[in-house]
C-alpha cells in the first residue's frame, strides 16, 4: 500500500475516533446536566480550596433564599465558582452568584449562560461600579444581571425578583476564610 494511501486511511481513523469522543463527551454532558469543565463540589469552603482563593461571600442575605446554596459549580480555567441559591418559597432558582477566582477573567458561559439584555445601566455600590442589566429568559421570566468588580474579581449575580435585596447582597460580598 503506498505511504499516501496509509496516511489517508490514518487520517480518516483518526477522524472517525475524534467524532465519537466528542459525540459521548456531548451525550455525558447531556446526561449529567454539566457542560464539559464544570465540576459540582460540596461547598463553598470546598470549591475555595479547589481553586486555591478566598471566595466572596455576602454578610448580608435575604429573607426568602435559602442558605446553604443549592448549587455550588466551578470551572478551573478560567477559575470561577458559581453559587445558585433557591427561593424558599418556590423552590426554584432566584439568585445565582458568579466570581472568577482572580483577576480579570471572564465568568464562563458554560457556567452562567451569556444573557442578551434589552435594557443596561450603570450603578454604583458603596464606590463600586456596575452594570445592572435585565433580560427575559426561554420561558419569559425576567431576571437581572449585576456585574461589578469586587475586592479583585469580576462578580455577576444574577437574580430573579426585587433589585433593592439583591444589590444590598451585592455590596456586602467580602472575602471568606481561607
Given at each position: ?51 486555591g482563593a478566598r471566595l ?37 432558582p432566584a439568585a445565582i ?48 444581571d449585576l456585574e461589578m ?30
Amino acid at each position: 500500500m503506498p505511504l499516501a494511501t496509509s496516511l489517508g486511511l490514518l487520517a480518516l481513523v483518526l477522524l472517525g475516533a475524534a467524532l465519537v469522543l466528542s459525540e459521548l463527551d456531548a451525550a455525558l454532558a447531556y446526561a449529567t446536566g454539566r457542560p464539559r469543565g464544570v465540576v459540582r463540589v460540596a461547598s463553598l469552603d470546598e470549591a475555595g480550596a479547589r481553586l486555591g482563593a478566598r471566595l466572596l461571600v455576602p454578610a448580608y442575605f435575604p429573607a426568602g433564599l435559602e442558605w446553604p446554596p443549592a448549587e455550588v459549580a466551578l470551572s478551573g480555567r478560567p477559575a470561577a465558582v458559581c453559587l445558585t441559591f433557591r427561593s424558599v418559597e418556590t423552590r426554584r432558582p432566584a439568585a445565582i452568584l458568579c466570581q472568577s477566582a482572580r483577576g480579570a477573567a471572564d465568568i464562563p458561559n458554560r457556567l452562567l449562560p451569556a444573557a442578551s439584555p434589552f435594557h443596561s445601566l450603570k450603578v454604583s455600590l458603596d464606590g463600586t461600579e456596575g452594570t445592572l442589566s435585565v433580560f427575559h429568559e426561554a420561558d419569559g421570566s425576567v431576571w437581572q444581571d449585576l456585574e461589578m468588580w469586587r475586592d479583585g474579581s469580576r462578580v455577576v449575580l444574577r437574580f430573579h425578583g426585587g433589585t433593592e435585596r439583591f444589590l444590598r447582597l451585592a455590596a456586602s460580598l467580602r472575602r471568606g476564610r481561607s
